[in-house]
């Protein structure tokens, strides 16, 4: 039985596609700007920003992923960290520090996203050790921070891993039987609607077998 509001839906299966919700700063002039120089893909909005200037706030694998993407359409790549090291894996590390667009400014969170009204044209940053606050101008801001997968509802339901995206074998099932999951909900690597929609056609064809077995 789904429970949705007030609704309670008999079902044989079942089809988890929750999704996974981007990691945001909390800045209320970040919602403000969100889709107007404040991106969570560099894949899907980095060709927006061709012969620019672009910030990428993080230091794991998921941002150096980002900030390498976006150096194929930026002219200039700013990583800003909160710590004094990447965290991200050795090979990325290496990857972006050899890379020429990519420069890095260390110790510091962004207190304000400044805009003139359509875009983003700066960043007001604070320096976490010294406190000291600078002004720094750009024509965008990417997050990679990380993504959260919209698990919370199925808490001692399915099983997850430690992040709580929802484990699947290779076939879209979960552990328990005719209960499937498509999507970025059990997808923590690609996060493409390509590849999400393609998960979600296995699920359908993963449950049209299962109904078919226990008629």
Known sequence: VVIAGE???Q???VIIASGASARFLGLESEKKHVGR???TCATCDGA???NKEVAIIGGGDSACEEALTLTHFATKVIMI???DELRA???MQDRVRNNPKISFIWDTAVEEIMG???NVVGLLLKNLKTQAKSDLKVDGMFLGIGHEPNTKFLHGLIEVDAQG???TDRYTKTNVPGVFAAGDVQDPRYRQAITAAGSGCQAAIEVRKYLEEHE
């Open 116 to 118: 003139d009204g359509k």
């Open 165 to 167: 995206y929802i484990k």
């Open 81 to 83: 960290h909160r710590r």
């Open 89 to 91: 894996s050795k090979i």
């Open 48 to 50: 927006f920003y061709k």
């Open 37 to 39: 120089g404040v991106s």
């Open 7 to 9: 609704e309670k839906i």
């Open 11 to 13: 079902t044989k299966t």
